[in-house]
């Protein structure tokens, strides 16, 4: 049996895109898969896959310095093919590359040059040249290693020298059952995903206190983790001064098989990513979520997001940098439930005939076999 080994040390190892698609995917298609990955809090057995729990590093030098350990457990693993997913483990992927002589794949999440420009830890005069050093790194490894995994065209057009294929993190269709006739809370909006300064949170909360002045009946629900417990506590600090406190509530992080449990209590999914650049050409897997669960969105006008709400009429569009132009599309579905409804109908048939796992996963089987017989 072919041997697979993947490979992270920044996602948790139970992630929707590297364990619930990829690696279960692989599975089923007869592969012997290994995750190495930071140790979860449970361990989940049973499922085929083999999980090498590994230490997570807590800043980011320390997760580059890091990258290096894992080079030996993952060699260690006598894999037939290597595929990573994280950009600190380029070094990685080349050295499993050079001692192994086996196919290495590197899977790009976002335009990592952009996201580099649009970290707020970073120093404004280091950005720059830590962009120009990655870029340097990365043209310098690409040629060692096999072929390329990417999303959206813009993303790829980075890649289309290198053996590469486009492969989008669309939900999977076992997670998310038919509708049922009565969808979610009407009043209720969800923001689903981290919780960052440049996801437009600011933004949100202070147009969704304008909807709570006219529409008190109006809740907003928020499912994921904060970026720092400096935000957390800036956040809910504007939360009280807005007098929302009974209108807000924060989840926290969840367990990925748990989301659409969260997303059959709303009727609208907001999206209000700030314009920065890795925004501007990446897709939010929170989109299609919405749309898997027949959620009516309420998305930031940028032309990759348009493109997918114009094309299967399954929301509104924002200016997310305006709480205004937040809060009068929150209205407008919250007064109109026949309109919410049929957004979400139509983001749900979207999902079923084009944005599903189903049609990813035979693209990324195919190209594991092209990787493994070149």
């Not at 298609?29 to 590093?57: F, H, Q, R, S, W």
């Not at 006598?78 to 590197?106: M, N, Q, S």
Request: proline share 6%; with cysteine.
């Amino acid at each position: 049996m072919t041997k697979i080994c993947v490979l992270t040390t920044v996602h948790q190892a139970y992630d929707g895109r590297i364990y619930h698609k990829q690696c279960k995917s692989l599975k089923k298609a007869g592969y012997d898969v290994t995750l190495l990955a930071p140790k979860p809090d449970k361990m989940i057995k049973d499922d085929g896959i083999n999980l090498i729990p590994i230490e997570k590093p807590k800043n980011e030098l320390k997760r580059f310095l890091h990258a290096f350990k894992v080079f030996k457990l993952a060699k260690e693993t006598k894999a037939d093919l290597y595929h990573f997913h994280d950009p600190e483990l380029i070094p990685v992927g080349v050295l499993l590359r050079i001692f192994t002589r086996k196919p290495v794949i590197f899977d790009v999440h976002e335009h990592y040059p952009n996201a580099i420009m649009s970290k707020k830890y970073l120093k404004s005069w280091l950005k720059k040249p830590i962009r120009l050093a990655y870029e340097i790194i990365e043209k310098l490894s690409l040629p060692i290693l096999s072929g390329v995994i990417y999303t959206t065209e813009e993303i790829g057009k980075r890649y289309k020298s290198y053996t590469s294929c486009k492969i989008e993190n669309y939900p999977l269709t076992d997670m998310f059952p038919p509708l049922q006739k009565v969808k979610g809370d009407h009043h209720t909006l969800l923001y689903l995903g981290g919780i960052t300064r440049i996801r437009g949170i600011e933004e949100l909360i202070a147009g969704f206190a304008k909807v709570a002045i006219e529409r008190p009946e109006a809740k907003l629900l928020f499912v994921g983790g904060f970026e720092s417990d400096s935000f957390e506590r800036e956040i809910k600090q504007k939360v009280k001064e807005h007098h929302l406190e009974e209108k807000v509530q924060f989840k926290g992080k969840v367990p990925y098989e748990q989301i659409e449990g969260y997303l059959s209590t709303a009727s609208i999914g907001i999206i209000p990513y700030l314009p920065v650049p890795n925004h501007l050409v990446c897709l939010p897997n929170k989109l299609f979520e919405y749309m898997a669960a027949g959620v009516a969105v309420i998305s930031s006008d940028f032309p990759h997001y348009r493109k997918v709400v114009e094309s299967s009429s399954s929301g509104l569009l924002i200016d997310p940098e305006s709480p205004q132009s937040i809060a009068t599309a929150m209205i407008s579905l919250l007064d109109d439930a026949t309109l919410t409804d049929e957004m979400g109908q139509n983001g749900r048939v979207a999902f079923e005939t084009k944005y599903n796992w189903n049609s990813e996963e035979k693209k990324l089987v195919a190209f594991y076999r092209k990787i493994l017989t070149k």
